[in-house]
């Protein structure tokens, strides 16, 4: 029987497989024992497909850089052939793909071994992941009494308990990065249409949504996306070029940035003191690295942005849901309190806020333009504004979707970092370079301009080795 998989990243694990230390078939072994020992206490990892998996590994994996390393799927979006899913709703349960995404094909063709899908809120809407579907919320490795995040957090889950080394999330308003600062991983959100989104999508909430990986390393954030990069046939619209590549990228240090530190929201608000202070100390971190570090936060209007989000993401969640009820009645025993009450407010809007809403959007994308053509390379601060939050407090079985997302006390108070980035279309990225006195892992957030995937990861994988944070694991792991 392999060890504990939460040992290593992938990429060491893929290299055991290479040399023959160890078997694709050995390695699956290890992480079906893990999902049987660790995910009735975090409710993590569904729908399992153990004969899907047994049978890529009989027919031959590709040989690409993760052969043979298992692997698994969010349970939103990344429609496969082989892999069903509830897209974290009762609505939505056990629905099959007539085809693959081009996101899974080019996932399968690094020769993972995909076996599962891991859960999601539903919709993708939220801080947490505690969807009725799975019959419980999902729960932090490291404390099982806090959120392990949403709405990739059953792929941040499954990693920090060991379960996998890496798994496939997506992130549309930080639903990779807030996984990843909950359950101490690395988190990296590309500039927009970096990656793939057909053919069963022509864009994600306006362009604010793509897909990412929730990974013990930055080598293997790096890894997977060099081998998923790039449109699919017919996308409309695509990514600056790379230069070199994000795993090239990491290949050398980075040159010598200027960074621009918050320790408060991007509007001045005051966050958690714990929080406050490791990205203070993050800016000492990168002052002794070499790099120029001063006070600085954006001066675009967040408050407008959020609005437009919400509205986008309203109308997004009720076309969803329209489209999958056929004619039934919206009622709650198919949708939870957010999706109905998210139906009922895009309802509300006038037929051309949608639009209106879209070039707000990218209003405030052309502001943070320039505020970085101006100031910084890199804008520093936290992912979250406080540690994460207890299991309940952000729910879905509510019906006040606006003030669930932009009223007092409400998601964006929680994570008041992360949306900016969808909005702008920005690389952003978070780093577990810190924990709490209590235990909890504690996400710092850096974000480079548009286009400029390879700065950023390439000051992430600096901070990785100056910090390493490999040799801490959750208490399931």
Partial sequence: MMGDLGARDATELAGMVASGEVSASELLDA????????????????????????????????????????????DLGCEAVDFPGHNGSRLLMNTTYARDS?????????GVVNFGRTTSPEGG??????????GGPTRNPWNLD????????????????????????????????????????????????????????GEG??????????????????????????????????????????????????????VALCDTTFTGEVIDPEVAAAVRDTANLLESLGHHVEPGRPTADVEMMMRAWTDIVGVGTALSIQKALKGRPLTADLVEGIGRSACAHAATLPPTRYLEAVGEIHSFGRQMAAY???????????????????????????????????????IFSYSP??????????????????????????GIHLAAAYGQDEDLIALCAELEAARPWSGRRAALA
């Fill in 102 to 110: 081009a996101i899974w094909e080019r996932i399968r063709a690094t």
């Fill in 372 to 410: 970085f053509a101006d100031g910084p390379d890199i804008l520093l601060s936290a992912t979250l504004a406080e540690l994460p939050a207890k299991v309940g407090r952000y729910h879905h079985d509510r019906n006040d979707y606006v003030n669930y997302r932009i009223g007092p006390g409400g």
């Fill in 417 to 442: 970092f992360c949306a900016v980035f969808n909005a702008s279309g920005q690389p952003a990225a978070s780093l577990p370079l810190a924990q709490s006195a209590s235990g909890l892992p504690i």
């Fill in 205 to 258: 909430w306006a362009g604010m949504a793509i897909d990412g990986f929730l990974t013990r390393s930055v080598r293997d954030t790096a890894i997977m996306l060099d081998a998923c990069e790039g449109p699919d046939l017919g996308a409309p619209y695509v990514a600056p070029p790379l230069a070199q590549g994000h795993a090239a990228a990491i290949s050398r240090p980075p040159r010598r940035l200027r």
């Fill in 125 to 134: 809407v939220g801080t947490v992941t505690e969807a009725t579907v799975y």
């Fill in 146 to 201: 806090h959120t392990s995040g949403g709405s990739s957090g059953g792929a941040g889950a499954a990693v920090a308990a060991g379960i996998v080394a890496f798994a496939h999330g997506s992130d549309g308003g930080g639903s990779v990065r807030i996984p990843a600062s909950s359950c101490g991983l690395f988190g990296f959100k590309s500039t927009r249409a970096r990656l793939p989104d057909g053919p069963y999508s």
């Fill in 31 to 74: 992480a079906l024992a893990a999902v049987e020992a660790r995910n009735p206490a975090i409710n993590a990892v569904v729908l399992v497909q153990e004969t899907a998996a047994r049978r890529a590994i009989a027919e031959g994996l590709p040989r690409g850089p993760f052969r043979g390393v298992p692997f698994l799927l969010k």
